[in-house]
């Protein structure tokens, strides 16, 4: 759900990116899979983000911030609003512009179409159309997005009303945003 925190964490090379942005539409083993070496390399670290996310302080204190009512569906809220602000504060973190990072991302979608995952393939031309990685900077995308996941999972959710929870909690979990992109970096750097 978190793309853009997923692209950024990643290493450089186009294809381990790539790889990071399947991370969440491949299961299974990934010894098993039949990609090139590289987008595996982008699956283990996205699986090292996720695995790193479950367990960090900075995230833990971010779901507190959330009513105990949305449960679970805390930590999908949690990835949801890290897009946002890093696509938002993109500048104080990143080299570059945030238009031309997600046109080199679209680009590989696109190039490389006939060998993503059907989840990415599906929703890849609405990411493109849509221009979602720059879209997040808005506020008021990030309530539409919540309703659109909310809608696409099958066990009845509460995400359509996350959106006050951001609202609510907006500078707190901007903070926290950026302590967690400080400390998964670092963390990735050393693995």
Same mark, same amino acid.
């Given at each position: 759900?978190?793309?853009?925190?997923?692209?950024? $964490?990643? +290493?450089p090379s186009p294809m381990i990116r790539l790889g990071n942005l399947m991370g969440d539409f491949v299961k299974g083993r990934l010894e098993d899979l039949p990609y090139p070496p590289d987008i595996i390399r982008?699956?283990?670290?996205?699986?090292?983000?996720?695995?790193?996310?479950?367990?960090?302080?900075v995230v833990k204190i971010s779901k507190e911030r959330i009513d105990p009512r949305f449960s679970y569906f805390r930590g999908i809220l949690i990835d949801v609003f890290y897009?946002?602000?890093?696509?938002?504060?993109?500048?104080?973190?990143?080299?570059?512009? $945030?238009? +031309?990072?997600?046109a080199e991302t679209y680009n590989l979608l696109e190039e490389y179409n006939d060998i993503l995952p059907a989840g990415l393939k599906g929703?890849?031309?609405?990411?493109?159309?849509?221009?979602?990685?720059?879209?997040?900077?808005?506020?008021?995308?990030?309530?539409?997005?919540?309703?659109?996941?909310?809608?696409?999972l099958s066990r009845k959710n509460p995400l359509a009303e996350g959106y006050g929870e951001l609202l609510k909690n907006y500078d707190e979990l901007e903070q926290d945003s950026a302590n967690f992109l400080a400390t998964a970096k670092n963390h990735l750097a050393n693995v």
């Open positions: 759900m978190n793309y853009l925190v997923h692209l950024y $964490l990643s +290493d982008g699956l283990q670290q996205h699986r090292q983000v996720d695995t790193y996310s479950l367990h960090s302080s897009d946002h602000f890093l696509a938002s504060n993109w500048q104080q973190h990143a080299d570059g512009k $945030l238009e +031309d990072f997600a929703i890849a031309p609405r990411m493109i159309q849509y221009n979602w990685l720059v879209s997040y900077r808005e506020v008021e995308v990030m309530e539409r997005a919540l309703v659109r996941i909310g809608q696409r």
